[in-house]
């Protein structure tokens, strides 16, 4: 039973000057994501990865077509549908225990009940030790882990991720991806993780959904047959590294053609 | 000062609430540096600050002395710095039959600042809620803005005689005025701030499963403070300006009626002394607004 459908999906920004042309940001998407499928998003920038994932997560309307969760149209955001920001964009003035709190309170659990939660799954993302920090104490790294937290606590079975680590080094980007997989592991989600950079979406998702720009639409999806569980040594995998190969072509090719078309 | 954020239209709001939020929260030392290091290295030792923090005020008890006791200035009826020491003094801690306002120094500092207290209380609390719901509503916005622009011209000072007339002399008035001050300043703070929040931390929220009322209060309200504690902070030097206008003319009490009465008595040393409290006093507000604003706000102090 599919989770998440979008059916003819297009959004047509209105120009914000006067004579300015609408940017049509999304054309005749269709997607239909499987309970549970770990789902990447795979795309050059300005190609519509963030407004279809603002789409599912209710924050955006189509202008045409349908978005449908558990075959119900998504109307606005809710705390069934995680969203992980590119920017972490925890509350500032709350601690790192208050931000992962912040949910189950809206919910009218007291302080001391949640408290126990709240220190589980800030020791999930390893940020126990910094519990009655401000985000503005973090690192980077550490305040998209807080965000990561934040969204667990609520157990969401869907959670939306627009490229969460794009702005973090190499290596804490590895530990990032690998804590990921590892609470995916645990408890499955449905998760649709937008991201450009090829070997992520490989480590990390059953499906890629190649996406290409002006207008953005969903050029091809790619099944990642590799095994499970998966950890970074599964790049230097044969079939990793056949696929990043067809991967690259289809993006560079597509690349091209749009620079030859402009 | 406040002319200048009084008088850009509502679209350059959100721009202006992004750049006082920054002056807000910093006091003139950690504006010189964002972290611990460079504003130890970068900040002057306190002798020295405190050295050239008094040159002016020395070089001007100097020049005040000298002109008032030569007599060459305001037909010399200008009182002497030490004249009007000697005035504060007897003022605060005179006895009766050394004059007239001996010994109500307290009593006229605490009926402004109870004045200014109520007064600011009254306006702030009004412009921060007024200015949310300005902020998150368009309806809201469109109905009351036109209506404060079109007030906010109108100086307090034009107020007076229609205050006098609704609220007779007293407290009332005072307080009236005091808080109409408050208001507009508060108000544009609170409506710049909050639009400029909103946004990113609005949908953090509502995905988190705030509902409106939830995300209004945990969120765009305190998102909004550090913008809303610069507004505070302007208005309260204004309600100290409200409140001598309004008590020299409409009260029989406080700062601004020993200012008036000094002056209709030709006791000028007490004009003197009178305008040292006053001055005194919004300072004194002012730097326990910062204290408030520094120990609440800590978050907003990094431009992160
Ligand atoms: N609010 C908006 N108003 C007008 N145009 C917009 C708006 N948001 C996005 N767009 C346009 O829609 C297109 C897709 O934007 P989107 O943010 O979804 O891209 P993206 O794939 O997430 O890119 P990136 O990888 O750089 O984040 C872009 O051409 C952008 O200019
Ligand atoms: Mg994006």
């Known amino acids: 039973m599919p989770n998440i459908t979008v059916r003819g999906a297009e959004v047509k920004f209105p120009g914000t000057k006067k004579h300015s042309e609408p940017v049509l940001a999304l054309s005749d998407v269709n997607l239909s994501i499987p309970d549970q499928q770990f789902v990447c998003l795979l795309g050059p920038s300005g190609c519509g990865k963030s407004t279809l994932l603002n789409l599912i997560a209710g924050f955006l309307e189509p202008t045409d077509g349908e978005v449908l969760v558990d075959d119900e149209p998504v109307a606005g955001p809710g705390p069934e549908r995680g969203v992980v920001f590119q920017s972490a964009n925890v509350f500032p003035w709350l601690t790192c225990a208050q931000n992962v709190a912040f949910g189950p309170k809206l919910r009218g659990k007291s302080k001391a009940e949640v408290a126990e939660q709240v220190d589980h799954y800030l020791e999930r993302v390893g940020l126990l030790p910094f519990k009655d920090r401000l985000p503005m104490e973090l690192s980077g790294g550490m305040r998209q882990r807080l965000s990561l937290a934040r969204v667990l606590i609520n157990d969401p079975p869907i959670l939306l991720m627009d490229e969460p680590f794009g702005a973090l080094d190499a290596q804490t980007r590895i530990i990032m991806q690998e804590l990921l997989l590892e609470l995916w592991e645990r408890d499955r989600k449905t998760v649709i993780f937008v991201t450009h950079d090829i070997d992520e979406a490989l480590l990390l998702a059953d499906r890629v959904y190649v996406m290409s720009t002006r207008p953005g639409r969903i050029l091809d999806h790619v099944d990642v047959p590799l095994a499970r569980p998966r950890n970074y040594q599964v790049s230097n995998d044969k079939a990793f590294r056949d696929l990043r190969q067809s991967l690259f072509e289809q993006l560079h090719d597509d690349a091209a053609h749009s620079a030859n078309v402009a | ?304």
């Open chain 2, 1 to 304: 000062m406040t002319g200048m954020t009084q008088r850009r239209s509502a679209n350059s709001e959100a721009a202006i609430g992004n750049r006082t939020r920054a002056i807000a929260t910093m006091s003139p030392g950690e504006a010189r540096g964002q972290n611990k290091k460079l504003k130890r290295s970068g900040s002057m030792p306190w002798w020295q600050r405190f050295g050239l923090a008094v040159i002016l005020p020395v070089l001007f008890v100097i020049v005040w002395q000298y002109v008032a006791s030569t007599g060459s200035f305001g037909g010399g009826m200008l009182p002497t710095f030490t004249d009007s020491v000697e005035a504060l003094r007897v003022w605060m801690f005179g006895q009766a039959g050394d004059s007239y306002f001996a010994g109500g120094w307290l009593a006229s500092l605490g009926a402004s600042a109870l004045r200014v207290f109520s007064g600011f209380s009254i306006g702030a609390v009004l412009a921060i809620t007024l200015g949310l719901f300005s902020g998150v509503s368009q309806n809201v916005r469109g109905m009351v803005d036109p209506f404060i622009t079109i007030l906010r011209p109108i100086s307090v000072t034009a107020w007076v005689p229609m205050a006098l007339i609704i609220f007779g002399i007293g407290y009332a008035p005072a307080i009236f005025l005091t808080a109409l001050g408050t208001f507009f300043p508060v108000y544009v703070a609170t409506l710049a701030g909050v639009r400029y929040s909103e946004g990113s931390l609005v949908h953090a929220a509502r995905m988190l499963g705030a509902n409106k009322r939830q995300t209004l209060l945990r969120v765009t309200l305190p998102a909004t403070l550090p913008s809303i504690a610069t507004g505070m902070r302007v208005a309260a030097g204004i309600a100290w300006t409200c409140v001598v206008v309004a008590e020299m003319l409409g009260a029989k009490s406080g700062l601004g009626y020993t200012l008036i009465l000094a002056y209709n008595q030709f006791q000028f040393d007490y004009i003197a002394a009178a305008m040292a409290s006053i001055g005194a006093a919004g300072y004194l507000t002012d730097k326990l607004i910062e204290q408030l604003i520094q120990r609440r706000l800590r978050w907003a102090m990094t431009t992160s």
